[in-house]
């Protein structure tokens, strides 16, 4: 089936505007609590590669996830950017204002025959990291059957070199799967550069696959160091005492964060005070950003 002319456009006019533009980053925190200094660190490492590049960066709220949502963390996470110096281009964008575009893309996905509804559930496929194709050759219906939806799924070819077997697009609850959403907003934000956490790494494969489906060449992915608590476990957005305010109740100004947060990447010595852009003209041209691809 063809794609809908009004989607070929678009996709037309961003490659485009992509071979024009150079380097776009982002951003995409989701607004499910307050950043915490890994979030901080993963912000300042896309920054700092971007503005490194010349580039632009983008600031995305990933908050389909209604029920995951904090309200006050959306104008939360921009005071905390802009208080540490870390400014982006443009508006924010939310992708909860753009669910129509995702639902566009999910029904020429699915008049295309290349979804299947899956009707398994988190018990069928535990302890199994690849789908095993339950449903694939199954009619198992879009709509609603004792009391649950189906999930879609991409039908991933066998042969795809990812290994990410049947990707979720759809959940079954109805809200759309992130690796789906993000993938359509790289392609129609022209962003050429993903700097995120190592913890999405393991989402890679399921994002290619969608970019193959879709024809589509994917940016440069580059994934940085975690920051883990003293217990050794990652630290959280449900815990205020990894986040900004704990800084500044100990007096802490931005200067003191940024240094912090460098040293802990190995670009300045421990103690250093700097603003973002004093960083920035320190790493310029050193190549030494702690990113691995
Ligand atoms: N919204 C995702 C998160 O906060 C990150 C998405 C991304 O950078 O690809 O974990």
């Keep these: 089936m063809r794609c809908p002319n009004h989607l070929l456009i678009e996709l037309e ?12 980053g982002r951003f995409a925190p989701s607004p499910t609590g307050v950043l915490h200094f890994g979030n901080l660190q993963t912000a300042l490492l896309s920054w700092l590669q971007a503005r490194c590049s010349d580039g632009e960066w983008y600031l995305r709220i990933d908050d389909l996830d209604t029920p995951r949502n904090r309200p006050e963390s959306l104008l939360r996470i921009q005071s905390d950017l802009r208080w ?4 982006w281009d443009g508006p924010p964008m939310l992708q909860s204002s753009r669910r129509g575009h995702y639902s566009s893309w999910l029904s020429f996905l699915r008049r295309s025959g290349v979804l299947f509804a899956c009707r398994c559930s988190r018990r069928d496929l535990a302890g199994k990291p690849v789908y095993p194709g339950t449903c694939r050759a199954i009619e198992a219906g879009w709509g609603w059957q004792a009391q649950r939806l189906p999930s879609w799924r991409l039908r991933v070819p066998e042969h795809n070199p990812y290994g990410s077997g049947d990707v979720v697009v759809r959940r079954a609850d109805g809200f759309i799967a992130y690796q789906f959403a993000t993938v359509i907003d790289e392609l129609c934000f022209g962003i050429t ?11 890679l494969p399921a ?10 060449s994917c940016p440069r992915f580059w994934h940085g160091p975690l920051l883990y608590d003293s217990e050794g476990q990652k630290l959280s957005k449900r815990d205020a005492s990894t986040g900004l305010d704990a800084a500044r109740s100990k007096g802490e100004d931005a200067a003191h964060v940024i240094g912090q947060l460098a040293a802990g990447l190995g670009l300045v010595p421990q103690g250093s005070r700097l603003s973002a852009e004093e960083l920035l003209m320190e ?11």
């Design 13 to 24: 006019q961003l490659r485009r505007l992509k071979a024009r533009r150079g380097y776009r």
């Design 84 to 87: 540490l110096g870390l400014h």
């Design 193 to 203: 550069d993903v700097v995120r956490g190592n913890d999405l790494r393991d989402a």
């Design 207 to 216: 994002q290619l696959s969608i970019y193959a489906a879709l024809g589509q």
């Design 283 to 293: 790493v310029r041209d050193s190549d030494a950003l702690p990113l691995d691809s």
